[in-house]
């Protein structure tokens, strides 16, 4: 008999034609394979875990992808049929052949349906792993788009693409799904997919274990099954999922006008992020961690956070992944070997002073990084963490490990719920309560519009809590523009306003006309709030959170395979931000179901276009239907989310 039909069982035994059960801890089998084997078995009853073990060599170990609890829990107990020479492995929820003759292990759902086909799969020795699949299956994930590109790619992948974390706002993931029904993990920190027409090709990074796992279902038992492997997202405290204003260039007398403003008028408001300002940035005795006192006079004392305590407003801060070399913390990292080394000392362009990047890859980094002036920080109000320029390095693992080290740092000392803003994301960072933002993007209608693609690819690859600088980094927005972007980012996961140095982003600085539309679009966000809540606590093991694509939600429609325009908030509601400028009417396709405006009332049957009338002059309108079936719980009108106990909850229900 040929080596390839030779099967080396990790059972006691097998009956010819008959089903046998099998231990948890033995179940599968194993492919033999120059100096090693390949190792088939079942990770839940609708997971595969495929991979390649040396007989002379250890065994790598798992990357930072995979959820270290996941590799300790228990396996599911398959059972494995012999029929002839093929072997299948068999669950609820999937079929697994070997079939030696053709040299081919399938997987098939158990109506029959051929979902991947990996081909020589004792090539996976040498980083080879060759797939086919059905030519018209949809594919997504691996990478979102880059800032930089005129036009986004959608959300379908075709082609080559790199499952990296990148910069300024990419997200990667070595996670390729299918509508049609699987999704395939490499356990590889990065790598490169080749997607052409029926072939899939997946070659891991060189220092990833030959591991693989398939899992089989709909989109949502996708993501639960990405969750359960790579790990949940912990909650955001709630104060996050309302309005955030970011600035730079402020003192702790505009932040207090700032707050003041917005409970003048009445605009909701919970949180405001600090840029360079809040911290005492090139002064030794580590500045980098520490209150600036000269602009926050009372953010060390405790006297500002009680103030912002009163007015219902937390803060967070920027965090560098550089510090200051010629100063006590600089000399405490040059003797502990804490610096990047492909970082060079170079002067700040904020300080001017020289800078070196700081290694997060070393844990004895990480542990420091989260030290006595930063305890303080946090003590005194600082609740959140916006990390800044991890990604310029050009290691992919650097903003990962840097939340990595203020999730931990945070955890040891407190039980108040971690909150954070990156620029970059690899999956496996969402175990750390890690937010992405998409970088450091343009005003104007034409980057508005790019930020769609770039949310629900980001969502795609696993970056659940997704946002984006609202309004625009780079020089002002027009009215027009800014009432449109408060609208667009009220139905995104992280609800942000961001502008750079002297830029404010504050509704009553852009209009009376932009502020009325703007004010709406932050109090109808804070009336969802325990519907947003909801799909809060349903992201640590849902893999995904409030906002889904489309395809996600309406797998098997051919007309939203790439579509961007719209999107699901929740399982019940759709919505199409305006974003063209002067837009007076706008189509809109309505998936299966049934439909209702939420503003008139009407219904609209689904699997049509449905044309509406835009409010051009007053900026007023934000297309959005309730899918039949809803119960839609909306809180009364707040400033902060927790100004009021909530003791009732008004509850809409759309039979």
Not at 380 to 397: L, V
Request: glycine share 10%; with cysteine; aromatic share 12%.
């Amino acid at each position: 008999m040929s080596r390839a039909a030779w099967v080396r069982w990790g059972l006691c035994g097998l009956l010819i034609g008959a089903v046998m059960p099998v231990a948890a801890q033995s179940g599968g089998f194993d492919i033999p394979a120059d100096h090693g084997h390949v190792r088939v078995e079942l990770a839940a009853t609708n997971i595969v875990h495929v991979s390649y073990r040396d007989d002379a060599a250890a065994s790598l170990h798992a990357t930072s992808v995979i959820d270290p609890g996941f590799l300790h829990r228990v396996r599911y107990a398959g059972a494995v049929v012999r029929m002839g020479e093929r072997l299948e492995l068999r669950s609820p929820a999937l079929r697994v052949t070997w079939n030696p003759a053709t040299d081919t292990l399938a997987i098939d759902s158990t109506d029959g349906r051929r979902l991947l086909a990996q081909h020589a799969p004792t090539s996976m020795r040498h980083a080879e792993f060759a797939f086919t699949h059905a030519a018209d299956d949809a594919l997504y994930g691996i990478g979102s788009d880059d800032p930089g590109e005129a036009t986004p790619a959608g959300l379908l992948r075709r082609g080559t693409w790199k499952a990296q974390a990148g910069q300024q706002g990419h997200a990667g993931s070595p996670w390729v799904w299918s509508s049609a029904g699987y999704g395939l993990l490499l356990d590889s920190f990065g790598g490169r997919f080749e997607l052409d027409g029926a072939t899939l090709r997946a070659t891991p990074a060189a220092d990833a274990p030959r591991d693989y796992y398939v899992i089989v279902g709909t989109p949502p038992t996708l993501f639960a099954g990405l969750a359960r492997i790579s790990g949940g997202a912990p909650m955001f405290p709630k104060w996050s999922l309302g309005f955030l204003n970011s600035q730079w260039g402020i003192d702790q007398r505009e932040l207090l006008q700032i707050v003041d403003g917005y409970r003048r008028r009445h605009i909701p408001l919970d949180g405001v992020i600090l840029d360079f300002d809040w911290k005492a940035w090139g002064e030794g005795d580590y500045g980098e961690f520490r209150w600036n006192e000269a602009k926050f006079p009372d953010g060390a004392n405790g006297k500002l956070k009680a103030m912002l305590d009163r007015r219902g407003v937390h803060l967070a801060g920027i965090m560098k992944p550089r510090i200051h070399v010629d100063t006590v913390e600089g000399r405490y990292a040059s003797a502990h070997d804490l610096w990047l080394a492909s970082s060079t000392v170079a002067p700040d362009y904020f300080s001017h002073k020289p800078v070196r990047d700081i290694d997060f890859d070393k844990p004895a980094a990480r542990r420091w990084y989260f030290n006595a002036a930063l305890r303080h920080s946090f003590r005194t109000g600082i609740a959140g963490w916006w990390n800044d320029e991890a990604d310029a390095s050009g290691d992919d693992s650097q903003f990962f490990n840097m939340q990595r080290a203020l999730y931990d740092g945070q955890r040891r000392i407190s039980d108040q719920r971690v909150w954070s803003l990156n620029r970059n994301f690899m999956l496996g960072a969402q175990r750390y309560a890690y937010g992405l933002w998409s970088g450091d993007i343009e005003s104007g209608f034409a980057s508005m519009a790019a930020e769609r693609a770039r949310m629900l690819s980001a969502i795609n690859v696993g970056a659940a809590k997704w946002g984006m600088d609202g309004g625009g980094y780079k020089s002002r927005p027009s009215d027009e523009n800014y009432a449109r972007w408060i609208q667009f980012g009220a139905f995104t996961p992280i609800f942000r306003v961001h502008g750079s140095l002297g830029e404010r982003r504050q509704p009553w600085l852009y209009g009376k006309q932009a502020e009325r539309a703007a004010s709406a679009a932050i109090r109808l966000r804070y009336s969802l709030l325990p519907y947003i809540y909801a799909y809060e606590r349903a992201t640590l093991s849902a893999g995904i959170g409030v906002v889904r694509p489309l395809p996600f939600a309406f797998p098997a429609d051919a007309r939203v395979r790439d579509a961007v325009d719209s999107w699901m908030f929740g399982d019940w509601l759709l919505v199409s931000p305006v974003v063209e400028q002067g837009q007076t009417r706008k189509s809109i396709y309505l998936p299966a179901g049934h439909w209702i405006d939420w503003w008139s009332g009407q219904r609209h049957a689904g699997e049509q276009m449905v044309e509406l009338t835009i409010d051009n002059r007053q900026w007023s309108d934000i297309p959005l239907f309730i899918r039949s079936g809803a119960i839609i719980p909306q809180q009364p009108p707040m400033d902060y989310v927790s100004q009021q106990p909530l003791h009732e909850l008004a509850v809409a229900v759309f039979p």
